[in-house]
């Protein structure tokens, strides 16, 4: 297990504390840069670029962060798609303010890629063996990803209400399960 010093998380908390700041005022991201954000972040540019190399890097990174803290929480003994579901929007309902970075910072192509990850170990773990795996596993992640952002960003329907729907326009994810 790698170890993370005090000061490297403190600096990273700092930055992601201004892309949610500069998200919140609504700056175009398109336009934003390294400098803007270690400027809102009260940090100097070279320890900004210490740590990423774009702001769209910093997106990509909560991503992966979020999701491996997904994972080792995740439940896949006995999972069915409904629970797999329930517990995606369970634990983004928690997380609204990656999902709002994950929009504003027009990310969603790497949070797709990185549920369609996932998607493809849950069909390894129920040793299911698809033709089209890939595929299949990007469908159902953008699928996923879309009710995601609808019900924990805009909050359209109740858990059971997106989780029905999501299944039912998946066929269950039956690809996969």
């Known amino acids: 297990m790698t170890h993370i010093d005090k000061r ?6 700092k930055i992601e ?3 949610v700041t500069l998200c ?3 700056e175009a991201f398109a336009r934003l840069t390294g400098p803007k954000i270690a400027s809102t972040a009260g940090i100097s540019r070279q320890t900004f670029y210490r740590y990423y190399l774009t702001p769209k890097q910093v997106i990509t990174s909560l991503i992966e962060r979020h999701l491996s803290e997904f994972l080792k929480t995740f439940r896949l003994q006995n999972l069915t798609a409904r629970k797999m579901v329930l517990q995606l929007m369970t634990i983004w309902q928690d997380r609204t303010t990656v999902l709002e970075l994950v929009e504003w910072s027009d990310s969603r192509y790497e949070f797709i890629r990185a549920l369609a990850q996932f998607n493809q170990r849950i069909a390894s ?3 299911v063996h ?3 795996e890939q595929t299949v596993c990007n469908v ?3 699928a996923t990803y879309m009710f995601l952002r609808d019900y924990v960003l805009k909050g359209q329907w109740s858990q059971e209400q997106a989780t029905d729907l999501l299944l039912h326009l998946t066929n269950n994810m039956d690809q996969i399960f």
């Open 17 to 19: 504390s201004a892309m």
């Open 130 to 132: 698809l033709i089209n």
């Open 24 to 26: 919140q005022n609504q």
């Open 125 to 127: 773990q129920n040793q």
């Open 140 to 142: 159902y992640a953008a």
């Open 8 to 13: 490297t998380l403190q600096t990273r908390s």
